[in-house]
């Protein structure tokens, strides 16, 4: 992955840059040796004064307030809902272009929701105030539907996805590993992120219960993808799995398309030629993409790919992507990258 165009921005925010998504997106910014002149590294009240290295630079930490986007170009927001709710519109009101990983302003219709090798291009004449990037399982779901949809039109989608605890935040992360340091010695397990044990134990429940009985989580995949893919109608249904894995959100996805594959070759030819996308598909001999390869990388990685015979042009695969890179931190990344690609241009 390159940023060619992020040059220039002078002010640059990051609002929760203590996280495990703020903390992935400091790093990528000195795995590519990104610098803004001025960057304002911001948090709660209780990181106020801890200290960050960043590129060897000792940046400390301030709190978030209503003047902490004076004179910021730039901001992008990894914290929860509630804070996300409170701030972004007085970062707009200091005329700040903010980009959202929360789920706050995705489904707004002036709000671009953007994963930039799917739907970048409405970046061109974006005039917004805001670019939400989506919930970690939709960016891979999507990576691997748009050639797809493309190419034979989709029928009906169901995915079902087992989601590492990284994707609920930094005190889920930690609870997994005191849980199972606790377990394997013998000790009681505590749980106080999830509403059960997570070592050890698959949860299906990632976010609220809604009335229809889906989670909120098993929605916004859903919601999201028809608004990405621009298909507002797309049969699409979806089960969400909190399973005990510190990185990596995997998806089991089965697609009916509406016109058929000559063959699954064919079918990995046009993934392998889509921009992000990484084939690793040689079940018989035990190759596929799994937690370990995807940690730490920038593809969203394709393989188990078969023909489902069940339906007319069905077809199953797995999906895995690292939820902080290219599910959070990484897109938010290419998303400014992108707009400002656009907007040299013109
Ligand atoms: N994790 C993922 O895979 C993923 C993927 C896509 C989108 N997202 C979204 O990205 C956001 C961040 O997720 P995360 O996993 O990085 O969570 P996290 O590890 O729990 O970090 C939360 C961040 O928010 C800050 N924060 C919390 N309350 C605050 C307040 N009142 N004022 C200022 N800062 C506050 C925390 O600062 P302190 O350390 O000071 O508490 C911390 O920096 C969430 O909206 C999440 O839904 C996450």
Avoid at 34 to 39: D, E, V
Avoid at 73 to 79: L, S
Avoid at 221 to 235: C, H, Q, W, Y
């Amino acid at each position: 992955m390159k940023f060619s165009h992020l040059e220039g921005i002078e002010s640059f925010a990051l609002v929760g840059a203590t996280g495990l998504v703020g903390q992935e997106l400091l790093d990528l910014l000195c795995e590519h040796k990104i610098k803004f002149s001025k960057i304002k590294l911001l948090a709660s009240q209780n990181s106020v004064g801890e200290r960050v290295d960043f590129a060897g630079e000792d940046l400390i930490i301030e709190e978030l307030s209503a003047n902490s986007f004076d004179g910021v170009e730039v901001a992008f927001f990894c914290v929860p809902n509630e804070v996300t709710e409170k701030f972004v519109p007085i970062a707009i009101s200091k005329g700040c272009l903010v980009i959202d990983d929360s789920s706050v302003f995705r489904q707004k219709s002036d709000v671009a929701l953007i994963v930039p090798e799917v739907n970048g291009e409405i970046l061109k004449d974006f005039s917004g105030k805001i670019i939400s990037i989506p919930n970690c399982t939709t960016t891979p779901l999507v990576m691997a539907l748009k050639p797809l949809a493309e190419q034979y039109g989709i029928e009906r989608v169901v995915v079902s996805t087992y989601q590492s605890v990284s994707g609920a935040g930094r005190k889920a992360f930690e609870e997994l590993s005191n849980q199972t340091t606790a377990m394997l010695s013998g000790k009681e397990a505590e749980s106080s992120a999830f509403p059960h044990r997570i070592a050890f134990n698959c949860l299906p429940e990632i976010g609220q219960i809604t009335e229809s009985g889906n989670t909120s989580e098993e929605e916004k995949v859903v919601n999201e993808t028809r608004k990405i893919l621009d298909l507002p109608d797309l049969k699409i249904s979806s089960t969400a799995v909190r399973v005990p894995t510190f990185i990596g959100h995997g998806l089991s996805v089965n697609v009916e398309l509406q016109r058929d594959f000559s063959s699954i070759e064919e079918v990995r030819e046009l993934w392998e030629s889509f921009p992000g996308i990484k084939v690793i598909d040689n079940a018989a001999h035990h190759i596929y993409p799994t937690n370990v390869e995807c940690s730490g990388s920038d593809f969203t990685f394709i393989g188990r790919a078969r023909r489902d015979g069940s339906v007319n042009f069905g077809l199953n695969f797995w999906v895995i992507t690292d939820n902080l890179r290219k599910g959070a931190a990484l897109n938010a990344l290419q998303c400014l990258d992108t707009l400002n690609k656009y907007r040299r241009m013109s």
